[in-house]
């Protein structure tokens, strides 16, 4: 009796489990699906939109400025010798401003960034006033910019730079550097050669990037495409940009680099779009690592990024203003962005950049634990746990004969400054992160699995007591010794009802005996 409940039992409860958890492996997906979609839809009421609005989330924004130590030697031809010095740290806040976010009746939201830079003497290896020795930018961008001007117009403009008194070689402060200044060069520039050719008065590398915006966004909320989350459509009303030649260098693709779609792939390769670069960057798998405890994937700048036409066919576009004017392997013409000054982009260091701009100048060391573009994504959620994006501002400098103090300088790209803005998710915050979006679903898949074992593990332990009755029943032992006396089966013997528990077990073979006996 025990015995036969317990077969009961143990059918009736493996079949049940096995069901639930067969039932549940489609379901999963579903419930996936409403979770990621609850935690990373730009929309109000998920957990990703007050997040979105205003990143909980300290970003830095750090300098190292390179500083001239040989500027005697290089105005009379003598390769640059740098050092840089740094970091200086300005922490940037960059909130949405909630007056300009819309969302639209297509998917997407239109927003802009707003931008504060304070800096940060903690973190800094000095005051903002600290000096260093660099070149002149705005002689050398005039001279650059009239190079192709009549030769009287030169002689004219040479006679203005004489009378300015402006030098080469300049000292100046890392804030006037960054944030600009009133330049009387450019002022005497623009008044001799016109506001279409020298635009601005005022000289910085980050020149009106304080409290301001990046641009107007407009991205995809995920509504619509979960897959598409936070993908750009269009920036400032442009699907494309006008500067470049190609439309695969005009493209204004990938997000911007705060949240990728969920369920990240390995393969995947990831594009931002970086507006101070007026282009779009990539990022490509290279390890599996964990931040605070959780698990990301590391993603870096591939070397082919900015690397010549001649080993990445698709960067031709980016060489202005044609195909035969390609800068160096590694370097990126950003002058278009620039006011038409000869600008040039590279990774800090010249990291991934060809042998020969490195030797152009002294004091480079890179490295690509320090230097690379590095982002660390969740990928459930392909929230960006941790973010380093890293370049360098260099000036292309030659000789030119018609300025004074121009004439022996060597031909380099002088490396002006390096930056990295960086972001990192605090401990706490990646934790709740982690509890809300990842850890519901591994509940799901390991109770999941857990009632399809349990259903299979039940169904087994079914088989071993039906197997282990059938072995030990003492009617089966004695019909089969019966037949095998007989030589044949007796068609008058059967199994008598299993559920009479007080049945004896000799009784069928004393009714076979009397049937015999009558034969």
Known sequence: MNKNRKICCSSVCGGITLAIGILLLPMTVIIVDVIVEHAVIL?????????????????????????????????????????????????????????????????????RNKKQFIFNRDMSVGPQTDTVTTINIAVFAVAHIIRYQPRRRKALWNIIHQRSGAQPIVTTTVEEILWGYEDDYLKLA????????????HFGIMLGQNNSDDGLWNVFTGETDIMKVNLIEKWNGMTELPYWTTPEARMINGTDGTVQHPFVKKEETFYAFIPLACRTGAAVYEEDRKYHRVPVLHYVQPDWLFASPDINPDNIGFCVPDEFTCPPSGLVNASVCFFHAPVFLSTPHFLYTEQSVLDMVEGMAPNKEEHQIAVDV????GATMKGDIRAQVNVFIRDYDFVTGLETIPTAYFPILWQNESAGVPEDIAREYFLKTRLPLILIVVITSLLLVGGIGLLVWL?????????????????????????????SVQVKDEKKADHDPYEDIQKSDSSMDVL
């Open 378 to 381: 969740e990928p459930i959620s």
């Open 190 to 201: 623009q008044e001799l050669l016109g506001e279409d050719v020298i635009p601005l008065t």
């Open 43 to 111: 929309k109000p009421g998920t957990i990703a939109y007050p997040v979105w609005v205003e990143v909980p989330v300290p970003f830095y924004l750090q300098f190292w400025i390179w500083d001239l130590q040989n500027p005697d030697e290089f105005l009379l031809g003598a390769k640059p010798r740098l050092e840089q010095k740094g970091p200086y740290t300005w922490t940037e806040y960059r909130p949405k401003d909630e007056s300009t976010i819309v969302h639209n009746d297509n998917g997407t939201v239109t927003f």
């Open 463 to 491: 088989g071993i007591l039906l197997y282990d009755k059938n072995k030990q029943d003492p009617k089966m032992v004695s019909n089969k010794s019966e037949h095998a006396l007989e030589g044949k089966v007796n068609p």
